[in-house]
């Protein structure tokens, strides 16, 4: 296939995995209030994932068919929290399955992503697998983790939309002292280490070093996601200390010009 062609069997890829994946979510509407709320917040964080991934392609200035294939990655890339959260009750991958390898293998099943080339097939297969990982796995090709941190990053923009009516000051119980050192150095944590409410805050607030484009950061800040949640953090030094950290770097990362 030449390029125009290649786009053109990209973009009817994505069209036909929309309609796909539009009746795929809807099998899973159901009478259990508890479990419709969730089927349709996912429906939402999809949405809005395929929108961030396209804007942020477009940021980049990536090709017709770049742009294609990043909306194919967000439209796609949560398709096991569906089968996950109605079958386990809880999108937690620790105590359920992996819901980047259950996408994986229903997206396989499905054969949505068979009229692809093998190497755009790899490229979006490798970026969900890795969309919900601590870090991406090692490649030796740039293209895949160009493409898995762009996934990521729009998957993480979304997901402060998601928890943001969650946030809640201090309960109390503080923040694991693993979690705090971790914080001082601005490296990210096992989220099996979770033991605490603050913890799990604090997790979110050390995403802002996993963010790959300045774009994306940008607009972490603009939307106060930063703010807000170090407002519910509790006192202490060292939680300090690792705030004026993170505002250095964040200053830093949002003045560097992307690609």
């Known amino acids: 296939m030449n390029e125009g062609e290649r786009t053109d069997n990209v973009e009817r890829v994505l069209r036909q995995a929309t309609v796909w994946m539009d009746a795929y979510i809807k099998s899973f509407y159901n009478d259990d209030e508890e479990i419709q709320r969730m089927m349709l917040s996912k429906e939402t964080h999809t949405a809005k994932v395929r929108s961030i991934c396209r804007d942020l392609a477009l940021h980049l200035r990536l090709s017709t068919e770049e742009v294609a294939l990043a909306e194919l990655m967000g439209l796609l890339h949560d398709t096991g929290r569906f089968r996950q959260f109605t079958v386990y009750r809880t999108f937690t991958d620790a105590i359920s399955v992996d819901h980047a390898a259950l996408g994986i293998d229903i997206i396989e099943e499905a054969r949505i992503l068979r009229p692809l080339s093998e190497d755009e097939r790899t490229l979006i297969t490798f970026a969900i697998e890795n969309h919900n990982k601590k870090e991406?796995?090692?490649?030796?090709?740039?293209?895949?983790?160009?493409?898995?941190?762009?996934?990521?990053?729009?998957?993480?923009?979304?997901?402060?939309?998601?928890?943001?009516?969650?946030?809640?000051?201090?309960?109390?119980?503080?923040?694991?002292?693993?979690?705090?050192?971790?914080?001082?150095?601005?490296?990210?944590?096992?989220?099996?280490?979770?033991?605490?409410?603050?913890?799990?805050?604090?997790?979110?607030?050390?995403?802002?070093?996993?963010?790959?484009?300045?774009?994306?950061?940008?607009?972490?800040?603009?939307?106060?996601?930063?703010?807000?949640?170090?407002?519910?953090?509790?006192?202490?030094?060292?939680?300090?200390?690792?705030?004026?950290?993170?505002?250095c770097y964040v200053a830093e990362k949002c003045a560097m010009p992307d690609r």
């Open 136 to 247: 991406i796995a090692p490649t030796g090709n740039d293209r895949q983790r160009f493409f898995a941190r762009l996934l990521r990053d729009a998957d993480k923009l979304d997901i402060y939309r998601v928890l943001e009516p969650l946030l809640a000051p201090s309960d109390g119980r503080g923040v694991s002292s693993d979690f705090l050192e971790k914080f001082a150095v601005g490296e990210q944590v096992d989220y099996t280490m979770i033991h605490t409410f603050d913890d799990r805050k604090l997790v979110r607030l050390m995403w802002v070093y996993d963010i790959n484009f300045s774009w994306t950061l940008q607009r972490v800040v603009e939307r106060g996601y930063v703010d807000k949640i170090i407002r519910c953090l509790p006192t202490g030094e060292a939680i300090e200390e690792g705030v004026r950290r993170l505002r």
